[in-house]
């Protein structure tokens, strides 16, 4: 799915109502700042840090991804400091060992989207009539995209499955759950949507 890029980068207050649609857009935007090699997000100084680790937090979305240090999420999406609640994960993001650390971003500091990314070393190409081949963008091969996104959605059942409180979020609409995989070959992040049997792998409340 190509989502449209229309969002600009901003920074937000405390009291900022922002929506899951809206977040994800500034991520995709984000995202392709860091692909072009345009990024503006990260040229700040220590005084500059220092004013933001004092003013009260408040990320957009809550990002779960790997422990693996090549991947700089703020970095990744263009992000400055304090707009995205990451939680890394060891091994597979499918091993949800961080569930209450995901709760908390995305219920008690509120974040409308919550993104579960995993990665690979993919080997991008362009293949000629491919349909799942998107204008502009170069994807890795078909058995390598599909295996990241289940990957993905197993990972999101988890994690709704354990998590009640998650998953009563997410039934009210107060939550967004979207997976992505990251190409650690062009830096492109393919964002997959919503668990396509969402509504199967919410906990019983």
Same mark, same amino acid.
């Given at each position: 799915m190509l989502w449209t890029i229309t969002a600009a980068l901003i920074s937000f207050a405390p009291d900022t109502v922002i929506r899951?649609?809206?977040?994800?857009?500034?991520?995709i935007t984000g995202n392709s700042r860091w692909v072009a090699g345009c990024s503006t997000a990260h040229e700040i100084s220590p005084a500059e840090l220092a004013r933001a680790a004092s003013e009260p937090t408040a990320p957009f979305a809550t990002i779960v991804t790997s422990s693996d240090s090549r991947l700089p999420v703020e970095m990744?999406?263009?992000?400055p400091v304090g707009d995205l609640f990451v939680?890394?994960?060891?091994g597979p993001t499918a091993e949800m060992d961080r569930v209450g650390s995901v709760e908390y971003g995305a219920l008690a500091l509120?974040?409308?989207? #919550?993104?579960?990314?995993?990665h690979a070393? #993919?080997?991008p190409q362009r293949v000629?009539?491919?349909?799942?081949? #998107?204008?502009?963008?170069? #994807?890795?091969?078909?058995?390598?995209?599909?295996?990241?996104?289940?990957?993905?959605?197993?990972?999101?059942?988890?994690?709704?499955?354990?998590?009640?409180?998650?998953?009563?979020?997410?039934?009210r609409g107060d939550l967004t759950v979207f997976g992505a995989g990251y190409d650690m070959a062009s830096g492109q992040?393919?964002?997959?949507g919503q668990h396509p049997e969402q509504q199967l792998v919410i906990a019983p409340q």
């Open positions: 899951a649609d809206d977040a994800l857009d500034l991520l990744i999406f263009d992000r939680v890394r994960v060891s509120g974040t409308p989207l #919550l993104v579960v990314m995993a070393e #993919l080997a000629p009539n491919d349909p799942m081949q #998107l204008p502009g963008i170069r #994807l890795a091969e078909r058995n390598e995209i599909d295996r990241v996104r289940a990957e993905v959605y197993a990972s999101i059942a988890s994690l709704l499955r354990e998590s009640r409180e998650l998953s009563a979020s997410v039934q992040v393919h964002f997959f």
